[in-house]
């Protein structure tokens, strides 16, 4: 057993040696990434003639909207961001190390562009990627999520048809523009056109970008900077449902209510209980609008003119109410016969006259009051009539005026 054992364990421990030795060789790729960094000055900007420009690539695609925040005018983009430049220390012939074409390295050992975003408010709290591929001929290429904080001048007045209008600027913070030339990687059009990573199931839908180069002039230097505007627009499916549907439905059944007879008093219980559901109703979608300092939203006009609305036709109710009840009381021609008068009832109306021959072929006094209160009746179904109709005039009004409000802008 032991002599079998010895030889067997001599031989384990000879392999072990020379796996580790094995291990300890460095493999090509480190070779590589040595013999590329060893010499390497992250400092400099990677040019061999200090009079040329460095290019830098910029490409980008906009993953999501994750939040508009109008209170704050802050707008929460999540981009995936492309950077690519040229750094010809980083060459190799590739034939001298097995046809690697491709290699990572990290971004810490080597000379990046400061780019930054202008109108960013936030740290960047996106993840940090700390490689960069570099292939054979020193081209590098940098890819990283971008979550950008940015201000956004955010105007809300046709919430929930808002369209926002906000813009990214990214600018190499210190170099010149003789020294880092940002470009394009696509063109204009494919950038428009790149819907590729957006998840568009957000509130927010993106309409288009804008993309821009242009140099900017800065105590008598030329920056070169990159801006895209982007323009979204929100899905306002959510907040019709909860705002508006449900505040028309209550102005319809407001609407039924002048079917009841406007003698009745019920008619006034009813528009009130109408007035109240809309004050609750208001009070529970309060928090659902887009607080702002600057402005309100037309939808806040819209709350307000429905509940004037209401308590027009609550007022008509009543007003109906006291032409009937309010003139029996006291014979004595008062404010609102003036008012019948005014309107164009006039005392010597042919319903009147029609009624008193009817009563005067009872002549008893009694008929001729119930006459008298019957012809009063006619009388308010008719105002109520007219001012029913003056009401869906104005509703009219008020409703073509809030549509083309929110369709025009
Ligand atoms: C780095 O520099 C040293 C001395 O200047 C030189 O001996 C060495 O060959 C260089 N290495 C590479 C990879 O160029
Ligand atoms: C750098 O480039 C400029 C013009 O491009 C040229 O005049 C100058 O000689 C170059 N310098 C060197 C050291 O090559
Ligand atoms: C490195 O990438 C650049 C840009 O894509 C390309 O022009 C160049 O041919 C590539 N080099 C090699 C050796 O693949
Ligand atoms: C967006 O705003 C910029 C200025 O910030 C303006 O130049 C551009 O025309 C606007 N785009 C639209 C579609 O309103």
């Known amino acids: 057993m032991p002599l079998t054992g010895l030889p067997s364990l001599m031989l384990l421990f000879v392999g072990v040696l020379v796996g580790g030795a094995m291990a300890r060789e460095p493999t090509m790729l480190a070779r590589l990434a040595n013999n590329l960094l060893q010499n390497y000055t992250v400092k400099v900007r990677p040019v061999r003639n200090w009079t040329s420009t460095t290019n830098v ?55 990046s562009p400061d780019i930054v975003i202008s109108e960013l408010v936030e ?89 821009y180069l242009w140099l900017q002039k800065k105590d008598g230097k030329l920056y070169s900077q990159f801006r895209f505007n982007m323009i979204i627009k929100r899905r306002p499916l959510f907040y019709v449902v909860n705002l508006l549907v449900p505040s028309l439905i209550l102005m319809i059944v407001d609407l039924a209510g002048f079917l009841l007879p406007p003698e009745c008093g019920e008619r006034v219980s009813f528009k009130v209980t109408i007035l109240l559901g809309y004050f609750v109703f208001l009070t529970t979608v309060v928090g659902i609008l887009p607080a702002t300092a ?9 709350f307000v003119v429905c509940i004037a609305l209401l308590v027009i036709s609550l007022l008509e109710t009543v007003l109906v109410l ?15 016969t ?46 109520d009539k007219i001012l029913t109709f003056c009401y869906l005039l104005l509703i009219s009004c008020v409703v073509v005026g809030f549509v083309l409000a929110w369709a025009l802008p």
């Not at 695609?61 to 690519?84: G, H």
């Not at 600057?294 to 819209?302: A, D, F, K, N």
């Open 57 to 111: 690539f910029l490409d980008f695609s906009i993953y999501a909207i994750l939040k508009v925040d109008v209170k704050n005018q802050m707008v929460t983009t999540y981009l995936w961001y492309r950077e690519y430049w040229l750094d010809r220390r980083l060459s190799w012939d590739p034939s001298q190390y097995e046809y690697v074409e491709r290699l990572s390295l990290p971004i810490s050992r080597m000379w």
């Open 294 to 302: 600057q402005g309100t939203p037309l939808i806040g006009v819209y």
């Open 338 to 383: 003036t008012l019948l008068i005014s309107l164009g009832f006039s005392p010597d109306n042919k319903d009147k006259s029609l009624t008193h021959t009817q009563g005067s072929e009872n002549s008893t006094s009694n008929n001729d009051e119930s006459g008298a209160s019957s012809t009063l009746l006619e009388k308010a179904y008719q105002l």
């Open 123 to 211: 740290e960047d709290t996106s993840l940090e990627v700390p490689y960069v591929y570099v292939n054979s001929t020193g081209f590098i290429t940098h890819l990283r999520p971008l979550r950008a904080v940015t201000t956004c001048i955010l105007n809300i007045f046709s919430f929930p048809f808002d369209k926002q209008n906000c813009s990214l600027t990214f600018a190499a913070w210190t170099y010149t523009a003789s020294e880092v030339t940002l470009v394009l990687r696509r063109t204009i059009e494919q950038l428009r056109k790149d819907r590729f990573a957006f998840v568009s199931g957000g509130e927010w839908e993106l309409l288009d970008i804008v993309p």
């Open 322 to 336: 006291r032409v009937l009840y309010g003139h029996q009381e006291n014979n004595t021609a008062g404010v609102w």
